[in-house]
T-cell receptor
Framework: SQQGEEDPQALSIQEGENATMNCSYK?????LQWYRQNSGRGLVHLIL?????REKHSGRLRVTLDTSKKSSSLLITASRAADTASYFC??????????FGPGTRLSVLP | DTAVSQTPKYLVTQMGNDKSIKCEQN?????MYWYKQDSKKFLKIMFS???????INETVPNRFSPKSPDKAHLNLHINSLELGDSAVYFC?????????????FGDGTRLSIL
């Protein structure tokens, strides 16, 4: 099964609302990263949070990490139609490369 | 000034054919990757090269053969294409391996097998 799994699988909200996506993983990690994928495009890196960090911000994005629960959340505040995309978490196991979750499809309705 | 570029963007071919996908990055990174994304959006790593040396080789049929002529290029050759090979193939690069740095992705090659 996937090391990182996002929840929910799909999310529809109105423009201006906040969107929260969650990621759970199974084993100890070095760091966790969030990526966005617009339709027909490659993945774009959003935020990297290290295992000794609890929260990180970047513009309208806020990422939290709870290593005791093996979970992370991505909050997008004041969403825009341009935020419509799939969002993936990726976990880096010690000495190994990324394992991506199946993603959350976010639709922001105007 | 595209950072990671893949060619071709679309590839439609018959079962049994051999095809290649090329990838180039101009970011000066030392690690490059090939991923396969299926129709359900699952993204799985196939190969990873660090300084032209193969470091990750997941369970991939040996019909798939990567080649890295230099640090900036990683090509993927596929022999005897099968229907199940239909997917989007992404190339990515990062500075350093081990998953401690962000990866930069190309826009993918959409492979369709008829």
């Amino acid at each position: 099964s996937q090391q990182g799994e996002e929840d929910p699988q799909a999310l529809s909200i109105q423009e201006g609302e906040n969107a929260t996506m969650n990621c759970s993983y199974k084993t100890s990690i070095n760091n966790l990263q969030w990526y966005r994928q617009n339709s027909g495009r490659g993945l774009v890196h959003l935020i990297l949070i290290r295992s000794n960090e609890r929260e990180k911000h970047s513009g309208r994005l806020r990422v939290t990490l709870d290593t005791s629960k093996k979970s992370s959340s991505l909050l997008i505040t004041a969403s825009r139609a341009a935020d419509t995309a799939s969002y993936f978490c990726a976990t880096a196991l010690r000495g190994q490369n990324f394992v991506f979750g199946p993603g959350t499809r976010l639709s922001v309705l105007p | 000034d595209t950072a990671v570029s893949q060619t071709p963007k679309y590839l439609v071919t018959q079962m049994g054919n051999d095809k290649s996908i090329k990838c180039e990055q101009n970011l000066g990174h030392d690690t490059m990757y090939w991923y396969k994304q299926d129709s359900k959006k699952f993204l799985k790593i196939m190969f990873s090269y660090n300084n032209k040396e193969l470091i990750i080789n997941e369970t991939v049929p040996n019909r798939f053969s990567p080649k890295s002529p230099d640090k900036a290029h990683l090509n993927l050759h596929i022999n005897s294409l099968e229907l199940g090979d239909s997917a989007v193939y992404f190339c990515a690069s990062s500075q350093g391996s081990g998953g401690n740095q962000p990866q930069h992705f190309g826009d993918g090659t959409r492979l369709s097998i008829l």
